[in-house]
């Protein structure tokens, strides 16, 4: 089932749909597929939940869409029966894509800008308080004063 049909397919939208109906598909179809909410087997409902949940992310993203667009024309227009669904197609003029990452949101970044600056005020608060408190930074373990 995975190397015959297309992500579109697998959502059940045309080739133009936009991400809102994208998004609509998805929420119809995990809400029947995801394995706590079906009558279908477990591993049955787990594998179809994890192709529509892989169609999506892949159709949802902008460049990854085009460049999924870009392959399905070129394997179509070259008719082979190769796989057309990939995790992840690589481009080479996309040497940036890699693996399923995506760019950290904003919010992930701000916590990231927040952790450094905890960090750093707690490293020059421990440097601070130990300089007035007549402890030197630079000591002796007590093991090699014998």
């Known amino acids: 089932m995975k190397g015959e049909i297309s992500y579109y397919k697998i959502l059940g939208v045309d080739e133009n749909a936009s991400n809102h109906e994208l998004r609509k598909a998805f929420c119809k179809l995990s809400i029947e597929l995801h394995p706590d909410t079906t009558s279908l087997e ?9 192709e529509v949940l892989e169609a999506y992310e892949n159709l949802n993203n ?25 995790n992840l197609i690589i481009d080479s003029n996309n040497q940036n894509l890699v693996g399923n990452r995506r760019p950290f949101s904003n919010g992930e970044l701000f916590s990231l800008f927040l952790l450094f600056i905890i960090i750093s005020i707690s490293l020059i608060c421990s440097i601070f308080i130990a300089s007035f ?13 014998k």
């Open 62 to 86: 902008s460049s990854l869409r085009k460049i999924y667009d870009k392959k399905l024309k070129e394997r179509s227009s070259s008719n082979h029966n190769t796989k057309v669904l990939n």
């Open 133 to 145: 408190t007549g402890k030197e930074l630079d000591t002796l373990p007590i093991w090699l004063v």
């Open 42 to 50: 477990m591993d049955d409902a787990k594998s179809k939940f994890q």
